[in-house]
């Protein structure tokens, strides 16, 4: 029996910053160095990696899955171009990912653990509805992208400030006065006054213990996201993922991963303004380069 495929989810900027080109550039990669590697479209509202992939319309798409059509992810798998490299297919109406069901979300994560593949490359899109955030959970590796613009770095941040919540949340009795603290909490203007995670945690050893405490203060660092810095242009934009890692770790106690920058590479851009694969410039392009060392770096510890 084939042991589980590693989940890599990427998510948490808004649209455009790249979070689809990044995860073909990985899933290129990963497969380059013989991964058997899927990369799947959970951007269901802006369903586009077949574009990027050359595929006009994906004759089977995860739709398919959530709306019954196959019951088994392995049957809406496309071969691609590429040795090593399947695709999952998104398609832009019916749902989105925000809308799914609770047990169509169990379902869907259990089936991806399933699939017959080393790697699995989730291109989560631009949401934070808690379903989003559960897939991005669930990784084994979480990466979040971003562009070295305030904007962006905020948005990031707020990302993996409402990952860590969600966790919290997920790991505490609904119905307990913990649960009711963590939402208030949640609120950057809380009454409270918490600001910080290390805040809140004292909260939490003051009125459940030390244990409660640390219990929490682990699932937290558990949470380890990887972040990229797209498309950057000058020295000074490679600096954004670093303050991404202060801030995340300074007020919410989460242990980042800077994974480094990709360049701005206006061809890259033009590929998608003239529908033409990504495929069809990779041997040749910067950005691509630019994602070795990462995917080296993701593969490192498996
Ligand atoms: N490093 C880069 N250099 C130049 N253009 C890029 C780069 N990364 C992404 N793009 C372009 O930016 C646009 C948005 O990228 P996309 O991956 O679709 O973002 P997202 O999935 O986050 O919405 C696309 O036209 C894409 O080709
Ligand atoms: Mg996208």
Same mark, same amino acid.
């Given at each position: ?11 948490? /900027? ?9 995860? &073909? ?7 380059? +160095? ?14 586009? #990696?077949?574009?990027?992939? /050359? ?7 995860? !739709? ?5 059509? *196959?019951?088994? #992810? ?10 090593? #490299?399947?695709? &999952? /297919? ?39 509805? *808690?379903? =989003? ?12 992208? #971003? &562009? ?8 990031? *941040? ?5 990952? +860590? ?7 505490? !009795? ?14 950057? !203007? !809380? ?17 459940? %213990? ?35 890692? +202060?801030?995340?770790?300074? *007020?919410?106690? &989460?242990?980042? =991963? ?34 070795? %060392? ?9």
């Amino acid at each position: 029996m084939a042991s589980h495929p590693k989940i890599v989810a990427i998510g948490g /900027g808004k649209g455009g910053v790249g979070k689809s080109t990044v995860s &073909i550039l990985l899933a290129f990669w990963f497969a380059r +160095m013989g991964k058997k590697t899927i990369l799947v479209d959970a951007d269901l509202g802006g369903a586009n #990696l077949h574009t990027f992939m /050359g595929i006009k319309n994906p004759p089977r798409t995860l !739709n398919d899955f959530v709306t019954r059509r *196959y019951d088994s #992810l392995e049957e809406i798998c496309l071969d691609t171009e590429l040795e090593n #490299l399947r695709l &999952i /297919g998104g398609a832009s109406d019916i749902l989105s990912l925000a809308n799914i069901h609770v047990s169509q979300k169990a379902k869907l994560i259990q089936n991806l653990s399933r699939l017959d593949a080393d790697y699995v490359i989730i291109d989560l899109g631009a949401g934070t509805s *808690y379903n =989003v955030l559960d897939f991005f959970l669930a990784a084994d590796k979480k990466i979040v992208v #971003l &562009i070295p613009q305030p904007i962006s770095i905020q948005n990031a *941040y707020a990302f993996i400030r409402n990952t +860590m919540y969600r966790r919290l949340s997920q790991l505490v !009795n609904q119905k307990s006065s913990l649960q009711s603290l963590i939402k208030t909490a949640m609120d950057t !203007n !809380n009454e409270l006054k918490v600001r910080t995670v290390s805040e809140l945690l004292q909260i939490v050893e003051e009125l459940n %213990g030390k244990e409660a405490m640390s219990a929490l203060q682990g699932e937290i660092r558990r949470i380890q996201p990887f972040v990229i810095t797209n498309m950057v242009r000058t020295n000074r934009d490679k600096g954004a993922g670093r303050v991404i890692q +202060m801030v995340a770790d300074k *007020y919410l106690m &989460i242990r980042s =991963v800077d994974l480094g920058s990709i360049v701005y590479e206006q061809k890259l851009y033009t590929t998608v303004t003239e529908m033409l694969p990504l495929t069809s410039l990779i041997q040749s392009s910067e950005a691509f380069a630019s994602v070795y %060392g990462m995917a080296v770096t993701l593969l490192r510890d498996d």
